[in-house]
């Protein structure tokens, strides 16, 4: 444990003199302090630095949990709600509750205009809700929040059930424009999956040939789909023209059935059932792929400042 | 404290070497843009010469390695169309980060003779419940945000003298990392019937498909790779394509890793069993 402690002491003392020397070293070299003009921008430099050695900090937790972690965590919490308020001050509360009912107070030649009493309610009612901290008044801060709620779900219930739910259902049952053997090969094709997911937990060779099919026609999909330029894909995207409505109903279907959690997933509803599993592992995968896209462009984004911005490489 | 070549913590450096190789010696892919960022790419393009586009900068800077280049791109796109821009944000941490954009964009060379007021105005923050403050904004635009970020009254600025109300605005566009897409689709788009897009990050990409399919909204723009398709299309490369070679490389990487873990599964599992049988 004590060993651990001095490695740990070792690594921190060795990361914080190398940060120490490659900025002496750019602030030799004249890459440091950021110049305009050939007047030192200080500032800037600072901020450049302080950015560093932050996100030197933050990374530091791929090592483990250390204090110069917690440090900059804490240090990001209280500077975005320093910021928070600052905002909410100058663009909220100065403007339109202090400069209007309270400066007037020490200011004669200002008077409270009659119109801006009404501000009285929703100031009375913001204090009501920072009773919440006090454990004797706590229960009068349910009244601004029996209010807000209240507006809130009669303000917003209908266009969210419009939006939400009324426009999704009218987007999933839209009617595609197909020829009818296009609605032949559809029909033939659900049953082919349906008939898959029934027969793969039985095993034997039905089960390998449906599979196989199964997994070779959602292959020509998924090309289709994804790799459009492919020479001849183009007339395959054509056959598949208006399927993905119809994928897009197969999908909704299904789950729906992997969530009627009172009837035993047997028989036809089992089949249907394990087919929703399929599609929402597929919308799980696709919303995976895009977190892990976004998290890459997090960590480019600070190597192009380390790079950029602080070592002036790029 | 032991290191084996199993330990996850090997694969941060391997990533960090990856992606510091790709920024210093980058490659020029292909890029082809997706056919959602087109669509909104196409919407701007279409748009008559002075109309009125909303940008609302719904992010603060924890999302500005993806929506920084999309907003950069799309301001450039609107200010080289003449089109007249409107920003404004929900996100009181990202109010100083819309103006910052707003600024390094009319600065550029080509932009230098738009002029703040007339040509674009950046408002800033107004705080309070989204939906009520869409409905203002749908009643009268100037009267909600009385004053822009600088404090300049809006009610005398030319850019408002047709553009009384959110109804007056020919587009808008969501620059988010948050739910205010659904707000602004409800309110905006559904209630005011104002055609809209939405900027967003990776993260909330298929979310966002879902109301792309229901043509709530008419384009999309998600992640980094969304910049990046709209800088392509722009013709002016920058951030979003600087970064689509790194983020290949680390595709690539995952990819091999996750084969190289799955093959040492299942080497270990069989290793083990084979013990276990000697064993008894």
């Known amino acids: 444990m004590a060993n651990e402690s001095r490695t740990d002491l070792v690594i921190a003392a060795v990361c914080a003199a190398v940060l120490v020397a490659a900025n002496a070293l750019l602030f030799a070299v004249g890459t440091l302090p950021v110049r305009q003009d050939g007047i030192p921008d200080w500032p800037q430099t600072l901020v450049v630095i302080a950015g560093v050695v932050m996100t030197a900090a933050i990374f530091s937790f791929l090592y483990k949990d250390n204090p110069f972690f917690r440090a900059a965590e804490n240090l990001f919490v209280g500077l975005g709600l320093g910021v928070t308020l600052t905002v909410e001050w100058y663009n909220f509360l100065k403007p339109d509750v202090y400069d209007v009912l309270i400066a007037p107070a020490f200011d004669p030649a200002v008077s409270v205009q009659r119109s801006d009493l009404i501000l009285l309610i929703p100031v009375g009612l913001g204090l009501m809700a920072l009773l919440r901290v006090s454990r004797s008044y706590g229960w009068v801060s349910r009244y601004p929040m029996a209010f807000l709620v209240g507006y809130s779900a009669g303000f917003s219930i209908q266009p969210a059930i419009h939006s939400n739910i009324l426009k999704h259902v009218q987007a999933t049952v839209v009617a595609t424009p197909m020829h009818w053997g296009a609605w032949v090969a559809v029909g033939l094709a659900a049953l082919l999956l349906a008939a898959t997911a029934y027969f793969a937990s039985r095993g034997g060779w039905p089960a390998l040939v449906l599979k196989t099919v199964s997994l070779s026609l959602a292959g020509c999909y998924v090309l289709v789909r994804a790799a459009p330029w492919l020479p001849g894909v183009p007339v395959l995207a054509q056959a598949f023209k208006g399927l993905d409505a119809i994928i897009l109903m197969l999908g909704v279907f299904s789950v729906l059935c992997y969530f009627i959690f009172s009837l035993e997933h047997k028989g036809a509803l089992g089949a249907v059932s394990r087919l929703g599993i399929v599609f929402l592992m597929v919308s799980f995968g696709a919303s995976f792929g895009y977190t892990v896209m976004a998290r890459e462009s997090l960590l480019i984004d600070r190597f192009q400042f380390l790079l950029g911005d602080w070592l002036h490489l790029l | ?280």
Not at chain 2, 66 to 87: F, Q, S, Y
Not at chain 2, 228 to 240: H, K, N, S, T, W
């Open chain 2, 1 to 280: 404290m032991q290191v084996r070549w199993t330990d996850p913590r090997l694969v941060f450096p391997l990533v960090a070497a990856a992606i510091v190789f790709a920024l210093l010696f980058p490659v020029r892919q292909p890029i082809k843009p997706q056919q959602a960022v087109v669509q909104v790419y196409d919407y701007i393009e279409r748009l008559p010469k002075g109309s009125a586009v909303m940008l609302a900068v719904d992010y603060d800077p924890q999302a500005k390695a993806e929506l920084v280049p999309m907003t950069t791109a799309v301001l450039r796109h609107c200010l080289r169309k003449d089109l007249r821009v409107i920003g404004m944000t929900f996100w009181p941490q990202g109010t100083a980060l819309g103006q910052s954009i707003f600024t390094a964009v009319a600065q550029e060379p080509q932009f230098r003779h738009k002029k703040a007021g007339s040509d674009y105005v950046y408002l800033g923050y107004k705080p309070g419940d989204m939906a009520q403050v869409i409905t203002n904004m749908g009643e009268n635009l100037p009267n909600t945000f009385r004053q822009d970020y600088q404090n300049r009254p809006t009610t005398a600025m030319p850019i408002f003298q047709d553009v009384k109300s959110l109804k007056d605005v020919d587009y808008l566009l969501d620059l988010a990392a948050g739910n205010t897409p659904e707000t602004w689709v409800q309110f905006g788009g559904d209630k005011y019937s104002v055609p809209m897009a939405v900027g967003c990050t990776a993260v909330m990409g298929p979310d966002m498909y879902v109301r792309l399919t229901a043509r709530q909204i008419n384009g999309l723009i998600a992640g980094l790779r969304g910049a990046a398709d709209y800088e392509v299309l722009l013709d002016r490369p920058e951030l979003g394509v600087a970064g689509m070679f790194a983020q290949s490389i680390i595709h690539v990487m995952i990819i091999v890793l996750v084969v190289v873990g799955n093959v040492a599964f299942l080497a270990t599992r069989r290793r083990r069993a084979r013990e276990g049988e000697r064993h008894g």
